[in-house]
């Protein structure tokens, strides 16, 4: 099946620098990518996504890049804020998990970042 | 508006007592999915249904019982739990189980098994 690993597991940064997280998939049929970040009591948040045919994708401060040959994908976050501060959870679907017709998300480990003001 | 809502937020059980977990969205979603969740970890993949019919057992123990009353509402009853089943449950929705459907998920239901 689908295995994801996602570095640092934890990030600290001051208010105002950029903050990467990266994630590597082992299954090259993954095609969709999302982000979630979980703030303290709360459910995982959709902040940005990426489908297998595009290499980037930007939102404001937020952007993801996928390099599909080499199976990572990244997120980047600029001009933190401590707002920003959360576990974020990078995830891959596998279009066919276990042989079935249904599309697994896999997640990582999670990133926790810390925004210092 | 892709807001999925779970009731009730924290729920505080006995081993032998019978408690359910709601879950609700009106996105018009025909996927909905149980995951659980212990203190930092990813979400675990519980349950899938598809149209209102079960697609997908993680293997999860039968003291865990899903139900899919109707498109929109999505329930995991619990019976005879154990300690080790304190966790974030949480409920997510996507369009459908097909490819590259975002899930959403709703604020979880922070459960602790005395």
């Known amino acids: 099946g689908e295995n994801v690993e996602q570095h640092p597991s934890t990030l600290s940064v001051q208010e105002g620098d950029s903050a990467v997280i990266k994630c590597t998939y082992s299954?090259?049929?993954?095609?969709?990518f999302p982000w979630y970040k979980q703030e303290l009591g709360k459910g995982p948040q959709l902040i940005i996504d990426?489908?297998?045919?595009?290499g980037e994708k930007k939102d404001q401060r937020i952007a993801v890049t996928l390099n599909k040959t080499a199976k990572h994908f990244s997120l980047h976050i600029t001009e933190t804020q401590p707002e920003d501060s959360a576990v974020y959870f990078c995830?891959?679907?596998?279009?066919?998990?276990?042989?079935?017709?249904?599309?697994?998300?896999?997640f990582g480990q999670g990133t926790i970042l810390t925004v210092h003001p | 508006d892709t807001e999925v809502t779970q009731t009730p937020k924290h729920l505080v059980m006995g081993m032998t007592n019978k408690k359910s977990l709601k879950c609700e969205q009106h996105?018009?979603?025909?996927?909905m999915y149980w995951y659980k969740q212990k203190a930092k970890k990813p979400p675990e993949l519980m349950f899938v249904?598809?149209?209102?019919?079960?697609?997908i057992n993680e293997s999860v123990p039968s003291r865990f019982s899903p139900e899919c009353p109707n498109s929109s509402l999505l329930n995991l009853h619990l019976h005879a739990l154990q300690p080790e089943d304190s966790a974030l449950y949480l409920c997510?929705?996507?369009?459908?189980?097909?490819?590259?459907?975002?899930?959403?998920f709703g604020p979880g239901t922070r459960l602790l098994v005395l």
């Open positions: 249904y598809s149209y209102e019919k079960l697609s």
């Open positions: 299954d090259s049929a993954s095609n969709y």
């Open positions: 997510a929705s996507s369009q459908d189980v097909s490819l590259q459907e975002t899930q959403y």
């Open positions: 990426i489908r297998s045919n595009v």
């Open positions: 995830a891959a679907l596998d279009p066919n998990a276990g042989g079935t017709s249904y599309g697994k998300l896999t």
């Open positions: 996105m018009g979603h025909r996927a």
